[in-house]
């Protein structure tokens, strides 16, 4: 993480389990939900893209924006974008 700091690159930390990761793209995302009794590396990939309203894409961006704004930023002054 530390060589990340001081780029133009947000992080948050929460106490709270995520069970997902995600990296976002503009209207491309890709999500690795961690599943029961499974390893992240044996959990599967998802490649969304946003072709609709409140579609798949929306309602995981939805998600994740909650957990951003409960997360507290990782560094001092840390970017405040999702």
């Known amino acids: 993480m530390e060589k990340l700091k001081g780029h133009d690159i947000g992080a948050r930390f929460s106490s709270g389990h ?7 793209f503009d209207d491309d995302m890709i999500v690795t939900p961690l599943l029961t009794h499974s390893v992240g590396r044996d959990a599967p990939t998802l490649h ?17 924006e909650e957990l951003w704004t409960r997360g507290t930023p990782v560094w001092e002054g840390s970017c405040g974008q999702a």
């Open 18 to 24: 995520a069970y997902l990761s995600v990296f976002r």
């Open 48 to 64: 969304l893209r946003r072709h609709q309203d409140d579609g798949m894409f929306d309602r995981f961006a939805a998600h994740v």
